[in-house]
């Protein structure tokens, strides 16, 4: 037995019956068109009365994400021949076969009158009639449930897929209210699928462009506190937050944090001209990283730290360049027809993704950090500001709609271009900042 | 420059002391008194030193083309107008916002309406206004004055308002 901490999770990986990692059931996520692999989660066991409203809960939301990342099916349990009562009893294969099931999840919950939540699983590969990888138990507070679904789900689609998991992760964002000449924002942080959202500010002020740091656990944006946009660290669990010593007299704005969340790159405005900085969060020392006369902003550092990536119309309209963090000439990378804006780094340093302006309309899209195999994802009135999930497989972003009544929501979609997909939160919102998988 | 800024920090100090939560609301440099208020119409505009004269008699805005921050011949008309008011009024400070309309990312616009406050700023310098009077700030496309997604109103969004506060003593 293998005990791993996760934090408020404790998992434990244990030794079932067979075991058969990287079995033959696997989705390749590729640009072809894809074929959802079947699933079916058959309502998991609950081992006391008190587990069963949970065990529901659990086994639905499950489900729920698995579906939600496009690449895989449901199974509705009508269709189910195989009755199964018990999580302890052998899996029989045929019945799941029969209804074309690829793979199955089981589990079984239970809760402790100290409110405990323990949950066991196994993924079964059905055509093959293996288990898939080890069970595995998650253990933590009884108030962890959906916490401890999208664990679950993320083992599911990390086995299956073999890209890094996703779900148990949270994004900050920009919550606004009120008209559009008088909106109101304020920062709040949500699970991966909008659920949970709490404020991290209140909606005095305008705040812009969160950027959360990969840790999780700080945030960077703008705020007008003051009455003029400066540079503000947030630290998720306090809500306790301190403005960055930029500049005497200038305007700082667009931070983003370095990959080790010691250094931030970030905009500073000195008369009327905006040029990119690099602050070490230690000293609070800023040292210049551009001095041209056009507006260079949104800066984005590369996973390993070297490099930043940044937009600047120096060529007379918004392009992206490069450049070592140590300092030299940007390199432009961009020359498709358009302005392009809002670049963002992979976290797997593959692709940058971005804003693009062109024939009237806003794209989200990815390219090669050397600008090559542009691909646009997205395209709508106006489509901003992207950011990427934990394992660089889905990217997040705002879609403002048009007119006087227009705002904007999220849109997800994976960075094949499929599965658009509009979160639901009730109330306009922009700016997401996707964090880590949580711990 | 240096002068406002000074003065300014007494005040700002103060307001993080008494406001946990960053609410700054409705101050001298506060988000809600600030882009075009109504409030300021009801005051007198036959007094032609006041605010609301400046506003409504003189205009306090300048247009801009889009993703420019040059001043056009009229842009410069206007400014020349406030120039004047300006330095015949030197009792108030000066904030001149810089805004886009919504056809841009949000912190490039920031960019842009720092550059377009700036144009406005440096213009009623070289005619006589002193530039310790004067300070900029931008809010990008965060704060549109009308509300369509057409050009109609885009031209009036794409701005710079010279705002009025009282002097600071």
């Known amino acids: 037995m293998r005990l791993i901490y996760f934090g408020v999770l404790a998992i434990v990986l244990w030794t079932g019956a067979v075991l058969a990692q990287n079995g033959p059931l696997k989705i390749e996520i590729t640009d072809g068109v894809i074929e959802p692999l079947t699933f079916a989660v058959p309502m998991f066991e609950a081992k006391n009365i008190e587990a069963a409203a949970i065990a529901t809960k659990i086994s639905r939301l499950v489900a729920k994400d698995l579906t939600n990342s496009g690449l895989f099916r449901e199974i509705s349990a009508n269709r189910f021949i195989a009755q199964r009562t018990t999580f302890a009893e052998a899996v029989r294969y045929p019945d799941w076969r029969a209804i074309n099931t690829q793979a199955l999840v089981t589990a079984s919950v239970e809760t402790s009158s100290t409110g405990r ?23 933590g507070s009884t108030q962890a449930v959906r916490r401890m679904a999208h664990k679950v789900a993320d083992q ?71 009455g003029f946009p400066q540079i503000y660290l947030l630290d998720i669990s306090t809500a306790g937050r301190k403005r960055l010593p930029t500049s005497d007299d200038g305007m700082g704005f667009s931070p983003r944090f370095s990959p080790d969340s010691k250094r931030i790159v ?21 040292k210049r990283m551009t001095s041209s006369l056009a507006i260079d902003t949104a800066p984005s550092f590369s996973p390993d ?65 050397d600008g090559s195999e542009e691909r646009l994802l997205s395209g709508s009135f106006l489509d901003e500001g992207p950011t990427w999930s934990p394992n660089g497989r889905v990217i997040m972003f705002a879609r403002q709609t048009q007119g006087p009544k227009g705002a904007p929501s999220l849109y997800s979609v994976d960075i094949t271009g499929r599965n658009l997909r509009a979160l639901n939160l009730g109330a306009p919102a922009s700016d997401p900042s996707w964090g880590p998988v949580q711990p | 420059m240096r002068l406002i800024h000074l003065a300014f920090v007494p005040f700002l100090a103060l307001v993080a002391c008494t406001d946990p939560e960053g609410g700054f609301n409705g101050g ?96 009623l310098v070289s005619r006589g206004v002193s530039g310790l009077r004067l300070k900029t700030r931008s809010y990008g496309k965060e704060r549109p004055l009308e509300i369509c997604s057409a050009e109609r109103c885009y031209a009036k969004n794409r701005r710079s308002v010279t705002l009025l506060t009282a002097g600071l003593s």
């Open chain 1, 156 to 226: 599911v689609y990390e086995r299956i897929t073999g890209e890094g998991p996703y779900f148990d992760s949270k994004i900050v964002f920009v919550s606004e209210s009120g008209p559009k000449d008088k909106r109101l924002k304020r920062l709040a942080i949500m699970d991966f699928d909008g659920e949970n959202v709490q404020f991290l500010t209140g909606n005095k002020n305008i705040v812009l462009a969160p950027r959360i740091s990969k840790d999780g656990k700080k945030v960077l944006y703008t705020s007008f506190e003051t």
């Open chain 1, 117 to 139: 939540l323990t949950v066991k699983f196994r993924i079964f590969d059905v055509f093959s009639g293996v288990q898939l990888g080890r069970g595995m138990q998650l253990s």
């Open chain 2, 28 to 123: 001298l440099l506060g988000d809600s008194s600030s882009w075009d208020d109504p409030a300021a119409n009801a005051e007198d505009q036959s007094d032609p030193t006041s605010q609301a004269f400046f506003e409504k008699k003189i205009g306090n805005r300048v247009l801009f083309e889009i993703n420019k921050y040059t001043l056009s011949s009229s842009a410069k008309a206007g400014l020349d107008e406030q120039a004047r008011w300006l330095i015949d009024n030197p009792q108030y400070v000066i904030i001149i916002e810089g805004h886009a309309d919504e056809q841009g990312t949000r912190e490039y616009n920031l960019a842009l309406g720092f550059r377009r406050a700036q144009s406005a700023q440096e213009y």
């Open chain 1, 305 to 369: 730290g070297r490099q930043i990536v940044f937009e600047s119309d120096r060529s007379g309209t918004q392009q992206l360049y490069l450049m070592p963090v140590s300092g030299g000439t940007p390199k432009r990378i961009s020359f498709e027809n358009g302005r392009y804006g809002t670049p963002v780094w992979s976290p797997r340093g593959d692709l940058i993704a971005f804003t693009k302006q062109s024939n009237g309309r806003f794209n989200i899209g990815v390219m090669r950090d």
């Open chain 1, 266 to 286: 970030y905009s500073l405005e000195q008369g009327g001209n905006s040029d990119i900085y690099l602050m070490d969060l230690a000293t609070a020392r800023s």
